[in-house]
């Protein structure tokens, strides 16, 4: 294959990688929480002494992804165990697997045995790094501070549910609803040292603005198709010099 042909296919897989994240971000637009993805990429220069011009031919590499951590609109409920997140704090839950996983779902309710969780099912986890549980006579009437104290008039202090930072987010993958695991299946919870604060009572909509993903979705699709009509290109242009090589010979 020449330059053209490597330049193309590396084209190809960025925005393959491109087109899966944006149509996730699609996906999750009403989840509760959820923080759309950007993919990085770099340009790599390889210097090619072939090259008749000197300049080399240059390549596009990912580089890994990004968040974007603008806070999505906020949504007052009346549910007393619905959590908001204002700052750069995370929830972090128990899964059905036993893994931890990070997120910003505040959409909480309680389980038959007390626990705090989730309307997938997952456990919330408390400041400790343990499920959080709540006696379920004292649920409807609980009062949860900035901190994410809980407590009721009747049972004084009834736990803290923990606020988190997010690890590294190249060492996390996806796990649905806008979660995410440690690729190596063990979590860090490292309190949030950033002053984020609990909002009682509200959820946080996810922050995708679905018509600029829909556009940005567009485009690469274009820029997906100009890439293969490039190959195509290249390849009926060989198929037509070895042709003529062939009625030359």
């Given at each position: 294959?020449d330059?053209?042909?490597?330049?193309?296919?590396s084209?190809?897989?960025?925005?393959?990688?491109?087109?899966?994240?944006?149509?996730?971000n699609?996906?999750n637009?009403?989840?509760?929480?959820?923080?759309?993805?950007?993919?990085?990429?770099?340009?790599?220069?390889?210097?090619?002494?072939?090259?008749?011009?000197?300049?080399?031919t240059?390549?596009l590499?990912d580089?890994?992804?990004?968040?974007?951590?603008?806070?999505?609109?906020v949504?007052?409920?009346g549910?007393?165990?619905?959590?908001?997140?204002?700052g750069a704090?995370?929830?972090?839950?128990?899964?059905e697997?036993?893994?931890?996983?990070?997120?910003?779902?505040?959409?909480?309710?309680l389980?038959?045995?007390?626990?705090?969780?989730?309307?997938?099912?997952?456990?919330?986890?408390?400041?400790g790094?343990?499920?959080?549980a709540?006696?379920?006579a004292?649920a409807?009437t609980v009062a949860?501070?900035?901190?994410?104290?809980?407590?009721?008039q009747?049972g004084?202090?009834?736990?803290?549910?923990?606020?988190?930072a997010l690890?590294?987010?190249?060492?996390?993958?996806?796990?649905?609803?806008?979660?995410?695991?440690?690729?190596?299946?063990?979590?860090?919870?490292?309190?949030?040292d950033?002053?984020?604060?609990?909002?009682?009572?509200?959820?946080?909509?996810?922050?995708?603005q679905?018509v600029s993903?829909?556009?940005?979705?567009?485009?690469?699709?274009?820029?997906?198709?100009?890439?293969?009509?490039?190959i195509?290109?290249?390849?009926?242009?060989?198929?037509?010099m070895?042709?003529?090589?062939?009625q030359?010979?």
């Open positions: 294959m330059n053209s042909t490597y330049v193309a296919l084209q190809l897989t960025a925005l393959e990688r491109q087109l899966d994240v944006t149509a996730n699609i996906a637009a009403n989840s509760t929480g959820f923080k759309a993805e950007r993919v990085l990429f770099e340009s790599y220069l390889n210097p090619d002494s072939t090259d008749v011009t000197g300049e080399g240059s390549y590499i580089r890994g992804s990004y968040l974007d951590d603008r806070s999505g609109v949504l007052q409920t549910n007393p165990l619905d959590m908001a997140l204002s704090g995370w929830f972090a839950y128990e899964l697997d036993g893994q931890q996983a990070f997120g910003r779902d505040g959409n909480f309710v389980d038959p045995q007390g626990r705090v969780v989730t309307t997938s099912g997952a456990q919330v986890l408390d400041a790094g343990a499920p959080l709540l006696p379920p004292l409807a949860i501070s900035g901190e994410g104290v809980i407590s009721s009747q004084g202090v009834l736990g803290q549910i923990g606020i988190f690890p590294d987010r190249q060492s996390l993958g996806r796990a649905g609803g806008g979660m995410f695991v440690p690729e190596d299946g063990t979590a860090q919870l490292a309190p949030d950033t002053g984020t604060e609990v909002i009682q009572g509200a959820l946080e909509a996810s922050n995708v679905a993903e829909v556009t940005r979705l567009i485009d690469i699709q274009q820029a997906y198709q100009h890439a293969l009509n490039l195509s290109s290249e390849d009926d242009l060989k198929k037509e070895l042709s003529r090589i062939g030359t010979s």
